[in-house]
C-alpha cells in the first residue's frame, strides 16, 4: 500500500480510537464519582414518594454491558410494603441495570435509556377491596412538616427509554375475591421502543409459562407455554392504541390480534382475533396434561376454526360487543391399539353476547353435533340462551353399542360393557330458533324426549358381582319424566321399578318451583349381603335376604332443597304399601304406609300404619329441632313426642334373634291387646348429652299372657349426668296402683356438689301382689308318701349350690338410700295387709336397715325392725325383732308354707299369736335363707288354738281311745323357743287341751327328724296301747313300779304316762320315755 494512502487512513482511525477512549474513560470518571450519589439520590427520591421501601444492597458500573450506554448495576433489590420492613417484600431482584448515554452523562443530563431486569420476582395480590398491593405500595407517602434538605443535585433522574429486557422473573397475581391465582415465569422478555412528541412505538417479544388456578384448584389451564410477538403504537394527541400485527402461541396453537382501542374520552376496542392453524393443535393445547397422557393411544385429526370480534365501549358496567364462531369439521378419532374408530366429528359454534351486551342477552349454538362410531350414529343440535335464567333447546339422536365405545376409550372396566343405549330427544324452551332437523328422527307429538336401555350390562370396580339385564324405558313431556319400566339383575338380587319426576326442567331453572318424584319398586328376592359387597363389614353386618319386596315412594318438594338440603330436604314424604318377608329377621311387613312432613325445624312423623305378622302398628309423632342430630358437635335442645296404638301386638310378631335377648324370657311371646303408649322426651346438649326429660302422658295395654292391665300410666322421668328421677309416676298394673318418686344420684352429689342421699316414696291404695307376681300358690312337687295317718308330707331336697351362685346384689357399691313405702291394702299370697307402712335405708357400708314395718294383718298387729349387713360378701346375714300381736295363725301361716325353697312349714297351728321374735338368719346372695346357719328365739303366746294333724300326736293315734287327735284344742299355750344349727328347740309346756293336760317337750330338725317327749294321762291309753307299750295287761303292771309313770299330785289320783316319739313323720316309732335333761315336766 501506498504509504501516503496509508498514513491517511491510520491517523483518522487512531484519532477516533483516541477520542473514543477519551470519552469513555471520562464517561466511567463521571459515573464512578456519580455512581453513588446518583444510586442514594435515585433510591432516596424513590422513598420519599412511595408508601413502601426501597432497598439495594450494592452497585457497580457496567461498560459494555448495555453498550453504546453505560449502566449503573444494582444488586439485591427489595421493595416493601411499607417503611418498617417488617412484611414479605412486594418485588425482589438480584440485578438491575439502569443504562445512560455517554454523551448526556458529560453533559450531566441523567437521562434512563436502558433497563434490564434479571432473577427476580413480582408478587401482586389485590384484596377483597379491590385493592392491589403494589400500587398501594407506589402511593405516595404522608408529607413530613420538617423542611427538606437542598438537593445536592443540580439535575434530577428522568426516564426515555428505548429499551427493556426482563429475564428469568416470576410474576403472580392473586385475586383475593375469587381465589384465582396466575402465575407467569417470564424466561425472556425484550421490548424496544420509539418514543416523540406524537407517539410512542412499541415491538414487544417474550416467552413463558402461564399458570391459572382457582379455589377448585382446576387443571384445565396449567403449565402452558405463551409465546407473544406484537407490534403497536400509541398516539399521544387521539389516545389511540393500534396492533399493526400480533401473534401469540399457546403451546402449539397459534392466533392473530389485529384491531385498536381507543381512550380519548371512554374506552373503545375493536380487536379481531383468529386462529392462525386450523387443526387440533387447537383442541391439544387447551387440555390439561393428564388428559393428554389419556389420549396417547389415540391418533386424532380434523379441521378446528375459531374467529372472535370484541367491538364497542368498555366500562365499569358496560361491556362490548363479543362475537366467537368456532366448529370443527372431518374430525376423527382412532385408538391404534384397539383399532376402533370414531369420524365424521363436526360441529358448528357461535357465541355471542347479544344487543345487551350481557349475560341475559347471551347465546351459545351448538349445531349440526355429529359423531359417527363403527357401531350406532350421534346426531344433535344444542342452544342456551340468557345466562341469568337459561332457556334451552337441545335435540338428539343417538345410538350407541357400549361394547364398543369400551373398547373405542380402552376403559378395561367399560370392555366388559355390553347393551344399547338410544336416546331421541327435542327438549325446546326456545320455539323462535329455526334449526336443521331433518336429519333427526321425529318424536311423537307432545314427547320431548325418549330413553330406552335394552340388554344393559356392566361391572362396578371393586364390587364383585355384576349389574346385568337392565333394561329401562322413560318418556319426557311437558318437561315431565315417566320410566314406565325399568329392570335389573345384580347377582342373584332382582330389581324392577317404574317411576316420575314432574318437572325435569326446574333443574335447569325455577329451583323454588315444587316438583313430585315418584318411586315404585319390587323384588322377587334381594340378598342383601351380595349388594353390600363392595365392604366385607357391611356385608357381614347386612346378612339378610328379603322375598316378596314391595314399596311406592314419593317425595314433593323443590330442586334447590333437593340439591342442597339443611341437612334434610324440607317438603312432603310417603311411602306406602311396603310389603317384605325377611329371612334371619322371621317377620314378614304388610301395607307399611307413612307420611313424614319436613320444615326448618320440625319433622312429624303422620299416620305410620300397617301390620308386622298378626300385629297392627299405628305410630305418630315429631322431632323438633331435628337438626341437632345432623351436627358432629351437638349443642342445643330438641324434643321427641310420639303416639303409639295397636289393637294386638305380639312380641313374638316384632322380636328378632338379637331383640329379644333384651327381654325378660317370660316376656318373649307376651300378646298386648289395647295398646296405647304416648310420651315426649326433651333431650339438651352442650356439646355433650346433658340431660332428657320424658313426660310420660299415658301407658295403657292389656298383658294376655301374664292376664294383667296397665292402666293410665302417667308421670315424669329425667335422666342426666348426675341423677336418674321420676317424678309422681303414677297409674294402675291390673287391681293395683301405684305412685312412685325417686331421686336417685349417681355420684351422691346434686347439680351444686353438695352430699345428698338417695330417696324412693311409694305409695298404693291396693296392691295386689298376687296378680302381679303370678305367685305360685302350689308347692314344688317332691317325693312323698302317707304315713298311718294319711297325711302327705313334703320332703324337698335342697341344692344349695345354685343359691350361692346366684346374683350378689351387695357385690355391687351401695349408696345412701332412703325409701318409704305407704301401702293402704296389699294382697300378698291371700293374705290381706293393711295400713303397710315402712322406712328404709341403704348404707354406703353395704347394709340396709329396716327402720320401722308397721301392718295390720290376719287380724293383728305386726311392727318389725331389721338390719341386712353384706359388708362380708361370704357372710350375708338378716337380724331382725319382730312383734305379733293378736294375730290370726290359719290366714298367718298359710303363707308360711312356701317361704323359700329350703323350708316347709306345714299348716299345723292353728289360733291366735302374740309375742316376740328376735333373729339372726344367714342368707344366701340371692337372700334365701341358710337355715342351717339361722338363730331365733321365739317368746310367743297363742290363745284359743288347735292343733291340726300334729305329727307327734298323729303318731300316737292308735294309743288313745274315743279321741280325735287330728284336731286338739287349746286355751293357752305360752313358750319360748329357739330355733339354731337347723333344730327347732321346744322347752316343756303345758297344755289344757280337748284331750285333757298335756305336757310337751323336744326338738324338731329340719330333714324332718324329731324327738318329742309327752306327758298324757294314763285313762287316755287304750288296752291296746298299754299292751304295745308294756307288753302286758294293765292289770299286770304295778304303777308305782314303772318309772315312766307319774304321779303329779300327793294324793296320786291321777297317773301319767311319760311317752317319748322320735323318727320322722312318714317313719317314727312310739315308745315309754321320760326326757332326762329336764328336771321337771
Known sequence: ????????????????AITLSTLLTVAFLLVSLEQDRLVKFAVGELNKTFKGELTIDDSNISLFKHFPYVSIALHNGNFFPDK????????????????????????????VKVLFIEKGFVNLVQDKNGKINLLEAEKSAPQSTTPSAASDTTSSVAINLKKVVLRDMKVSYLHAASGQNVNAHIEKMSSSLQIDSLMVLMAIKSEMKLDVTSNTDTTFFRNKRFLLDIEADYKLKESTFNIFACNFKIEDAGFNVTGNANFADTTSVHFKVKGDKQDFKLFSAFIPEHVKHNLKPFQYDGRLYFDALIQGKISDNHLPLIEVAFGCEEGWFLNTGANKKIDKLGFTGYYTNGHEHSLKTSEVHIINVSARPEKGIFRGNFVVRDFTDPKTLVQINSELELKFLGEFLGIADLQQTSGNIKLDMNFKELNDIKLPEESLNKLKEGIQSKLTVTDLSFRIPGFPHAVKEVNLHAEMKDGKVTVDSGRMKIGSSDLRLNGSISDVRAFLRERDKTINLKLNAKSDQMILSELMSYDTALARKWNEEIRGFNVTLALETTVRELLNPSPLPKGKFEMTKLRATFKNYPHTFKDLNATVMINDTLLRLRDFTGMIDSSDINFKGRITNYNLWFDNIKKGKTQIAFDFKS?????????????????????????????????????????????AKAKV???????????????????GIKYGSKILSFDTLRGKIGNSDFDISLKYYFKGVDRNNNKVSNSLNF??????????????????KGRSRRDTTKVAVAEIKVDSSAHAKSFNIFSIPFSNFNAQIDIGKLKYNRLWLKDVSATVRMQEDQTITLDTLVMQVAGGNVRMRGKFNGANHERIYFRSRINIDDVDLEKMLLKLDHFGQDVVVNKNVKGRLSGQIKSYVQVHPNLVPIMNNTKAEMNVKITNGTLVDFAPMQAMASYFKDKNLRLIRFDTLHNTLTFSNGVLDI???KINSSLGYIQMSGKQSLDMSMEYYVRVPMKMVTKVGFNSLFSKKPEEVDMNQVDEIEYIDADKKIAFMNLKITGTPSDYKVGLGKNKDKKTL
Not at 1 to 16: A, D, G, S, T
Not at 667 to 687: A, F, G, P, Q, S
Not at 763 to 780: G, M, R, T
Open 1 to 16: 500500500m501506498n504509504p501516503r494512502i496509508k498514513k491517511w487512513l491510520v491517523r483518522p482511525l487512531i484519532i477516533v
Open 84 to 111: 418498617s420492613k417488617t412484611q414479605k417484600p412486594i418485588a425482589q431482584f438480584e440485578h438491575l441495570y439502569v443504562g445512560f448515554s455517554i454523551d448526556e452523562l458529560i453533559q450531566h443530563h441523567y437521562n
Open 647 to 691: 289393637n294386638r301386638f305380639g312380641m313374638k310378631d316384632v322380636l328378632g334373634k338379637e331383640s329379644r335377648k333384651y327381654i325378660p324370657r317370660g316376656y318373649r311371646r307376651e300378646l298386648l291387646t289395647n295398646v296405647w303408649l304416648r310420651m315426649k322426651i326433651d333431650l339438651k346438649y352442650d356439646t355433650i348429652f346433658r340431660f
Open 697 to 715: 302422658t299415658n301407658i295403657t295395654a292389656d298383658l294376655q299372657k301374664h292376664n294383667l292391665k296397665l292402666h293410665e300410666i302417667s308421670g
Open 763 to 780: 305409695a298404693s291404695k291396693f296392691l295386689d301382689a298376687d296378680e302381679i307376681s303370678q305367685y305360685d300358690l302350689a308347692p314344688k
Open 987 to 989: 322347752p316343756a309346756m
